[in-house]
């Protein structure tokens, strides 16, 4: 299997990306969003991110740093890779 790693940090994804990667994300979209220090920082409310992909996207295109991962996308799917265990189920 080939695989290609996009640094997000170096490389972030721009907005279409972020669509195609919503639009085959079999997680809940706001699980795409890091709800750590730095999101609380931010003084960001996690409420506004559940089921709301406009939101998540708008967000990440702004806060790179804020992507949850790693992602994993296919040509019909994609998931976060959390726990490690489902990277490999994904690639099985």
Excluded: C
Excluded at 21 to 42: A, G, M, N
Aim: proline share 8%.
């Amino acid at each position: 299997m080939r695989a290609e790693v996009v640094l997000y940090m170096k490389t972030p994804p721009d907005r279409a990306t972020l669509e195609t990667i919503v639009s085959l994300l079999e997680d809940p979209v706001e699980d795409l969003v890091r709800k750590d220090s730095k999101f609380k920082e931010l003084g960001l409310n996690p409420e506004e991110y559940v089921g709301n992909p406009q939101a998540v996207i708008d967000l990440l295109v702004e806060r790179k740093a804020l992507m949850q991962r790693p992602v994993l996308v296919r040509s019909d799917k994609a998931i976060i890779g959390r726990p490690k265990g489902r990277i490999v189920e994904f690639l099985g």
